[in-house]
C-alpha cells in the first residue's frame, strides 16, 4: 500500500473511532471530561488525513498524524489509568470534592450541584475486560503506527 493509502487508512480510523464514541453517546452512554478529551486529537487525525489528501504532502504530515495519534494514546492511558484506580484522574471529575470536613453546608450543597454527573474513575462499558479508553488507546497505538509507515513510504 502506499504512502497516501496508509495515510487516509489511518485517518479513517480515528475517524471510525469518533463515530464509534458518538454511536456509545447516541446508545446511552453519557462521556466523562476525559472521555471528550480523549476525542480531539482523532478529529486532529482527520483533519490532517484530509490536509494529505488536498496537498499531496505526505512525509511531513503524516509525522503529525503519527504524533497526533501518540497525544491520543496518551490520553487513553492516562484515562485508564484513572479507571483502574492507578493514579488519582482530576478531582472535578473523579468524585474529588476537596476537604468536607472544613465546608459548611452551603458550600458542600454548592459543590455537588457543580459536579458533573458523569466520573472518569468509573467504568461504564466493558469488552474483553477492557474499557473504552484502553481500547482507545490500543487502537491509538495502532494508528500511529499506520501513520508511521504512511511517513516511512512516502521518503
Not at 471528550?36 to 488536498?54: E, T, Y
Not at 504530515?61 to 492516562?78: K, Q, S
Request: hydrophobic share 55%.
Amino acid at each position: 500500500m502506499n504512502a497516501t493509502r496508509l495515510a487516509l487508512l489511518a485517518g479513517g480510523g480515528s475517524a471510525a473511532l469518533l463515530l464509534a464514541a458518538l454511536g456509545f453517546q447516541a446508545a446511552g452512554y453519557a462521556p466523562c471530561e476525559l472521555c471528550i478529551l480523549q476525542r480531539w486529537p482523532h478529529l486532529a487525525a482527520v483533519i490532517v488525513a484530509g490536509l494529505i489528501l488536498l496537498t499531496g504532502r505526505v512525509r511531513t504530515l503524516a509525522l503529525l498524524g503519527m504524533a497526533v495519534a501518540g497525544v491520543a494514546m496518551g490520553l487513553a492511558l492516562y484515562h485508564s489509568g484513572v479507571e483502574m484506580a492507578w493514579w488519582p484522574g482530576p478531582s472535578h471529575c473523579s468524585g474529588g470534592i476537596g476537604d468536607i470536613a472544613n465546608m459548611s453546608a452551603k458550600d458542600l450543597m454548592a459543590k455537588l450541584q457543580k459536579a458533573p454527573v458523569v466520573r472518569c474513575d468509573e467504568v461504564t462499558w466493558r469488552f474483553l475486560g477492557l474499557s473504552m479508553a484502553s481500547w482507545n488507546a490500543v487502537f491509538s497505538a495502532c494508528l500511529a503506527v499506520v501513520w508511521g509507515m504512511a511517513a516511512r513510504r512516502a521518503r
